[in-house]
């Protein structure tokens, strides 16, 4: 069961605390996803290693623009912390290659904003 909370006109999402999460380094009390969110972890961001989830909680989204990725041309909108306002990642919004329609609607986290909570290896 997610927990939310309306706090500085921002609202968050508190996932329980039994609950494998990652969170921002920087940021205190903000979950994001849950480790059965991930659909892979062989993905790569703009500052190394990242993992492609499901869904989050607690992040913001930009507005869309074309990029040419690694894997090609996809529309993504960079994806933020709502607490510090930190870039995270991105959100694949649509891809234009079929091989790649997968991704369209997940998002991409950058594993050097992430740490484990909950006191999980």
């Not at 706090?7 to 999402?13: G, H, K, L, Q």
């Not at 607690?58 to 040419?68: D, K, L, Q, S, W």
């Not at 991409?108 to 904003?113: D, F, K, M, R, S």
């Amino acid at each position: 069961m997610v927990k939310m909370d309306q706090v500085e006109d921002v609202s968050r999402a508190y996932l329980p605390s039994c609950t494998r999460t990652y969170s921002m380094h920087t940021t205190v009390g903000s979950n994001w996803p849950t480790t059965d969110e991930i659909i892979s972890k062989s993905f790569q961001g703009s500052q190394g290693r990242a993992y492609l989830f499901n869904s989050v909680v607690n992040v913001g989204c930009g507005p869309a623009e074309e990029r040419v990725l690694l894997t090609g041309l996809h529309a993504v909108a960079d994806i933020y912390c709502e607490n510090c306002k930190t870039t995270l990642g991105w959100k694949y919004e649509h891809a234009f290659e079929s091989s790649q329609k997968y991704k369209e609607g997940k998002f991409i986290i950058e594993l050097a904003h992430m740490i484990k909570d909950n006191g999980w290896e």
